[in-house]
């Protein structure tokens, strides 16, 4: 007989806890997380609490990429062990994936603290500092941890990235064929090689490396696209859109695959399907960028200048942060007559980076469109200044300085550009009447103060 009615509920409660997080182990191995999360939530509210139930609804949590709240669940795993060096090691890992790195590099010294010889602690502290780009700090780790583990495949891995952030590509290479080489199932090894070839203009291998990901993981939409972007790049037009197609398979309203198919319609000349597929990408992602700049140069090309600022002006009120690409705005506005608009593009790059020529001259046009010709000799001096070799800024320089009445420099920038640009055409052609222009007006304001003086 049982003592009570409460010891026997207490127990049945248990026994239903304890099955639950059975049921929620096996659904786990076959990858059902939210399954696995839902019932270790249940044995939770059900059973008397246990530590290591919180840790494994963590761990799916963090499968789930839900790494706020995994950190919760983490925390609460503590209070039961607090010196358990597995879980500060996940809480460590999720404070630097949510970018708390203080709290995370804390976690990590702590378990130094309890276990020196812990090698995860010094490992994943590469990613730590390597995400606050201290780089020399990461490399410390990455040779405290192979002093305790000189085979650990993670460790490569991590510092693979932390080179490749700093554009030691042939570096990140090299460690990242050392990841592959002792654990050659480790996740996204192939992509991150084919990345790191890519860049560093090893084409061939890149492709290999691509192909091999996505072999292993054929539904990685992430890896798919860039294979899809890789392809684009390298003119290989037809391959690239099957990429794109086969994304947009496993999710119809993927907005970048969208948006990309639409590119390689644009670059094949077909406008027709390129603007229905910049319209779906827009459809699916109203803020996504690039769009609208498109749809913008296919009106200018077919002289829709009004239609075509409208729908810079839309992408723009995206927050570009991209300088580039608000350069180029910038100079795509000024094709279609809107000075102003292309004024505060090249004036939003200044304010954000130390600006090229292009720039300068760019802001110089904008500012002579408007008519304000000494602001706008100014910028293209500057311009000049930043690259003496440019023959149509030189030229612009030259303009501006006969429309200001400024002769001698006018002729001066003509006979620079002319020799700069060794008379090809068409800067032969204008460098000529630029000189012939200034050089007459010179000689007309001559005669005119030579008739006012005998005049008076």
């Known amino acids: 007989m049982f003592d009570s009615l409460e010891s026997f509920d207490s127990d049945h409660e248990w026994d239903q806890a304890e099955n639950m997080v059975a049921e929620a182990f096996e659904l786990y191995e076959q990858g059902q997380l939210k399954e696995a999360l839902e019932r270790l939530n249940l044995a939770i509210n059900t059973g008397p609490e246990h530590g290591e139930w919180y840790f494994n609804a963590a761990l799916a949590l963090d499968g789930l990429e839900e790494y706020d709240k995994a950190i919760e669940f983490y925390e609460r795993a503590l209070d039961f062990n607090p010196d358990d060096l597995e879980i500060l090691n996940c809480l460590g890992v999720d404070y630097t994936r949510t970018a708390q790195y203080d709290l995370a590099l804390e976690t990590f010294e702590q378990i130094e603290q309890l276990d020196p010889g812990f090698e995860p602690a010094y490992c994943n502290r590469i990613i730590t500092y390597t995400e606050m780009e201290q780089h020399e700090k990461a490399e410390q780790m990455f040779y405290l941890a192979q002093q305790i583990h000189p085979d650990c495949a ?34 996204q090894i192939h992509y991150r090689l084919a990345q790191a070839c890519w860049v560093s203009g090893q084409g061939e291998r ?7 990901e996505i072999r292993k993981n054929p539904a990685d939409l992430e890896v798919i696209l860039e294979f899809g972007l890789f392809l684009l790049e390298n003119g290989e037009l037809d391959a690239a859109k099957e990429k794109f197609s086969r994304i947009l398979e496993f999710e119809e309203n993927h907005a970048q695959a969208r948006f990309y198919q639409a590119e390689v319609y644009f670059l094949q000349g077909n406008m027709q399907q390129a603007i229905d597929w910049y319209h779906r990408a827009v459809q699916a992602d109203p803020q996504l960028s690039g769009p609208r700049y498109r749809l913008a140069q296919i009106c200018r090309q077919g002289g829709e200048f009004t239609k075509g600022v409208e729908l810079l002006r ?21 094709e279609m007559g809107a000075d102003s608009d292309a004024g505060s593009c090249f004036l939003q790059v200044l304010e954000r980076a130390e600006a090229n020529e292009s720039v300068f001259y760019g802001l110089g046009m904008s500012l002579a469109m408007g008519g304000e010709y000494e ?61 012939r222009s200034a050089v007459w007006a010179a000689i007309r304001r001559k005669i005119s103060k030579n008739i006012s003086r005998k005049t008076i």
């Not at 990140?172 to 996740?187: N, Q, S, Y």
């Not at 890149?206 to 091999?212: G, N, Q, S, V, Y």
């Not at 570009?320 to 705005?329: N, R």
């Not at 000049?384 to 612009?396: A, H, M, Q, Y």
Request: proline share 3%; charged share 25%; aromatic share 12%.
């Open 206 to 212: 890149a492709k290999k490396e691509f192909l091999i």
């Open 375 to 435: 602001s706008a000799l100014r910028c293209v001096r500057h311009a000049v200044r930043l690259n003496p070799k440019r023959p149509e800024i030189l030229l612009c320089a030259g303009w501006l300085s006969f429309k200001l009445e400024k002769w001698s420099h006018a002729i001066w920038y003509a006979v620079k550009c002319q020799v700069i640009s060794r008379g090809r055409q068409p800067y032969r052609s204008r460098c000529l009447e630029l000189k």
């Open 154 to 187: 993670l460790c490569f891995y991590n510092i693979g990235n932390s080179l490749f952030s700093r554009g030691q590509y042939e570096r990140a290479i090299w460690c990242w064929d050392k990841c592959a080489e002792l654990d050659g199932g480790h996740p």
């Open 314 to 334: 839309q992408e723009l009120q995206l927050s570009i942060d991209d300088t580039d690409i608000l350069s180029a705005m910038g100079w795509l506005f000024l």
